[in-house]
């Protein structure tokens, strides 16, 4: 789907209740990737707070649903190569967002397996913006205790897709659930 802003993983065999929900609420398009969508939302602040409101009535109406993270910002990259350079670029933007504030890189990864590892994804990428927040005079710290923020990178194949969500917004919107 070109211009997605909206991921989401699908708790087990949820996947028919899943796209009756969300199909009322954006353009919704499988992926080759088990229980995962990609949406593409009018304003994905707006789909994610509707869906916790419909939770707070009808819970049974979203328990199909896992994870929804709507997407800021989204690329595309062809090798590992390219993808470790644009996260650390992506990341490093953020830097006036993030400026003296906890945080921590969490990547969630789907293809390129065996080829681009999560785990280093996010120390490189944890890394990329430590360093540009210590150029800006504004050093952050990387924490994983009830940080400021978390950036989340999300990859469906040679497609990523990055956002920022503060602590509150973590509060706010359980379904982010960053991992």
């Not at 994610?48 to 009808?58: F, V």
């Not at 819970?59 to 997407?71: D, F, G, M, T, Y």
């Not at 990259?77 to 400026?99: D, K």
Request: charged share 25%; glycine share 6%; with cysteine.
């Amino acid at each position: 789907m070109h211009g997605w802003n909206a991921i989401v993983t699908v708790q087990g065999s949820g996947w028919k209740a899943a796209l009756r929900l969300l199909r009322g609420m954006a353009e919704v398009e499988p992926t080759p990737f088990y229980n995962v969508l990609l949406l593409k939302a009018a304003d994905p602040h707006a789909l994610l707070k509707a869906i916790c409101d419909r939770a707070a009535s009808e819970p049974e109406a979203v328990a199909c649903l896992a994870r929804v993270v709507p997407v800021a910002r989204t690329f595309v990259f062809q090798t590992p190569e390219e993808f470790e350079a644009r996260v650390r670029e992506e990341v490093a933007a953020l830097a006036p967002s993030l400026a003296g504030k906890s945080f921590y890189v969490r990547v969630h990864r789907r293809g390129f397996k065996g080829r681009v590892s999560s785990h280093a994804e996010e120390q490189l990428s944890s890394l990329a913006l430590l360093e540009a927040l210590e150029r800006a005079g504004t050093p952050g710290r990387v924490t994983f205790e009830d940080p400021d923020a978390v950036v989340l990178v999300e990859t469906i194949g040679s497609q990523a897709g990055l956002s920022v969500w503060s602590r509150e917004d973590l509060r706010r919107y359980p379904f982010i659930r960053p991992g």
